[in-house]
């Protein structure tokens, strides 16, 4: 059995891992415990004698794009992001060590019995072995890293407390907030977007020409390039593999173990939080489950129930709907009772240390291996699959032996050895997209490599190999009009466009500062007036901008006509229809939240202020040291 101290610092983690999870923080993804090396050509900075390696960097956006596409011209911005923290770690590090300030066993443990009761049972640890598969599930996280990012969080919430203890909400800034929150006004308003308009210009022929003589140097055309390719197709290779009964009872056979079904049930439940509340509060919890279990006994509809009543965010809105689960997965009592009930059946109160549900299975099912008959479909396809691609890239590999082993080789005799598909791009520039070809990096540098008669090894892409050979080049020139006429088009259209809004934004606002009726004016000039909800400073206008870009909106009284208003490329224009003011008499029952925002706020402005200065002493004094030279060439991490 592990010890108190080892069970604190193995289970603590599930808690920090939520807040991540919840906020989103892209450079917050966990990674191991920091290296100590020496810096070498991989660091990218230092903090006293610990770096932060551009493998480090790599790693955390790596695990990044396994949750969430990331669109390669953001990876750069990501990475910067994941630096920036990774340093802050390794600065709170440095900085408790000198101040003594350290995360304890006892504190782990505290933490985890609030925050992952599955930890334990009753008050026993429930096992490293389960511990680490419910980390592995949860999270999928190892251990090691899991306990790590605990650590930091623990840590820089430590500091959170040091820094911002102190803080308190005065009056005033409590009668801001109240203000802010409550004093609304409603908005006639019309948004110009100079993009709606572009396409009701046309630009005469005299006008393009003087645009494009105007602006003759803005329109150089770039090396272009025309590609002949041949390719491996996947797909048509897909199409004609033929998969026979026995390789499919083959692989069935040799991967039997996941067609074992275990028993399981598909389960509801509604859920009434006690996480936290005094023996009083649970009571009155007991009270109102009661009578949801009353309705639901009666026949409710328990889905409907369920969104309306349950506390549990993960199956709320999905009206209470777990999936299917199997022994070993939750907690022992709600496992006990969901295992004991009969397809249809409801339970009664369930109390577990998250607080009371009432349970209802869907449907239930004994263990069993699920037959061939039943899954062969399911093998048939990413069997093919894998048989295609491993015969291409067979293929691949003897068409790179045969350009290694004959320079010489054209792409047509590679052809019809290989019975290549042969196609031909447009002329493209390194900037254009070549989607025929995916799109590819590697595909757009060896074009731009290659010099006309030889041929690129074979190049991986989502359609299957191709083999590159350049047919033309076309050099860098100065365009004539005819080769760019769409461009300049778009671009004159672009800048009326503008003008066009200016225009248009400064006559509305002008005519009803005169005197006329704001949507009489709005639709003589071809606008489409619109009128708001109230809204707050915290509030906003779809489509349109936040209360805090209309703050000036504020200041106005009803009729009153702001001037127009830059967001962006586009124009706005309105007028006050009415004000609504704060009512005091809300003021005491809003003070609790008033007070947390405020608190809030001036906590992470602090927090903020903390972390600049911190950051600046280290440099001041030596501790910290960015490579900016490596961070720049490695920014793409490729």
């Known amino acids: 059995m592990a010890s108190e101290s080892t069970i604190g610092k193995r289970i603590l983690f599930g808690f920090v891992v939520a807040l991540l999870a919840g906020g989103m923080l892209l450079y917050l993804i966990p990674q191991g415990p920091g290296t100590s090396d020496a810096a070498g050509t991989d660091t990218v900075a230092k903090v006293g004698d610990e770096s932060v390696t551009m493998a480090d960097v790599r790693q955390q956006l790596d695990q990044i794009e396994q949750r969430n596409q990331v669109p390669k011209q953001l990876e750069g911005l990501y990475a910067q992001q994941i630096l920036k923290q990774l340093v802050f770690q390794k600065e709170l590090d440095y900085e408790a060590k000198r101040l ?219 009206g209470g709907d777990l999936g299917f689960i199997v022994q070993g997965q939750t907690v022992p009592e709600f496992e006990k009772t969901a295992f004991s009930l009969q397809k249809g059946q409801i339970s009664d109160l369930v109390k577990t240390q998250y607080g009371f549900h009432i349970i209802k299975v869907l449907e239930k099912e004994d263990a069993h291996t699920k037959p061939f008959e039943e899954v062969k479909d399911s093998i048939r396809a990413p069997l093919m699959l894998g048989t ?98 769409d461009k300049v088009v778009s671009d004159l259209q672009k800048e009326k466009a503008l003008q066009l809004a200016i225009v248009n934004s400064e006559e509305l606002s002008r005519r009803v500062r005169a005197g006329e009726k704001f949507d009489a004016v709005a639709k003589s000039l071809g606008l489409d007036p619109k009128t708001s909800d109230p809204i707050a400073r915290d509030g906003s206008i779809p489509s349109v901008g936040s209360g805090k870009q209309l703050i000036a909106a504020f200041d106005l009284k009803p009729g009153d006509v702001s001037a127009p208003l830059s967001l962006g490329s586009n124009r706005v224009v309105y007028q006050v229809v009415s004000k609504e003011e704060p009512n005091q008499a809300d003021y005491e029952k809003q003070l609790k939240d008033l007070t947390q925002a405020v608190l809030q706020n001036k906590r992470s402005v602090a927090f903020d202020a903390f972390r600049d200065a911190l950051d600046q002493r280290l440099k001041k004094d030596g501790k910290l040291k960015i490579y900016q030279d490596k961070i720049k060439s490695g920014v793409d991490l490729s």
Do not use: C, M, W
């Open 388 to 485: 295609a691609d491993k015969e291409a890239s067979d293929t691949a590999d003897q068409i790179s032996n045969e350009v290694r082993q004959s320079p010489k080789t054209s792409l047509d005799d590679l052809a019809k050895q290989f019975h290549l598909v042969i196609s031909e791009t447009r002329p493209v520039a390194a900037t254009d997209q070549l989607l025929e070809l995916g799109n590819s990096k590697e595909i757009k540098d060896a074009i731009f490599r290659l010099n006309p008669g030889e041929l690129s090894l074979p190049i991986h892409t989502d359609r299957g190999y191709v083999v590159l050979s350049v047919k033309d080049i076309q050099p860098a020139h100065p365009a004539t009009l005819e080769e760019v006429r």
């Open 100 to 318: 003594n300030i350290t995360v304890s066993d006892q504190e782990r443990a505290a933490r985890i019995k609030q925050f992952l009761p599955t930890a334990f049972n009753g008050d026993s640890f429930v096992g490293i072995d389960r511990y680490t598969q419910e980390v592995s599930a949860r999270f999928q996280l190892t251990v090691p890293v899991f306990e790590e990012l605990i650590r930091q969080g623990l840590l820089e919430e430590k500091f959170r407390q040091l820094v911002t203890d102190g803080i308190s909400a005065s009056p005033q800034e409590l009668q801001e907030e109240f203000r802010d929150r409550n004093e609304k006004v409603k908005l006639d308003y019309v948004l110009i977007r100079p993009e709606d308009l572009q396409l009701k210009i046309t630009p005469t022929d005299a006008e393009v020409k003087a645009e494009f003589e105007k602006n003759r140097a803005k329109y150089q055309l770039p090396e272009r390039r025309v590609v002949r390719y041949g390719l491996v197709d996947v797909n048509q290779l897909r199409q004609n593999v033929h998969i026979t009964d026995d390789q499919l009872k083959a692989r069935y056979q040799e991967n039997i173990a996941q067609y074992q079904v275990p028993s399981r049930v598909h389960v509801q439940h509604i859920l009434l939080n006690t996480v936290g509340k005094t023996d009083a509060e649970v009571e009155e919890i007991r009270k109102k489950a009661e009578d949801i279990l009353a309705q639901a006994k009666k026949g409710a509809n328990f889905t409907d129930l369920a969104k309306k009543y349950s506390e549990d965010p993960g199956s709320k809105d999905k």
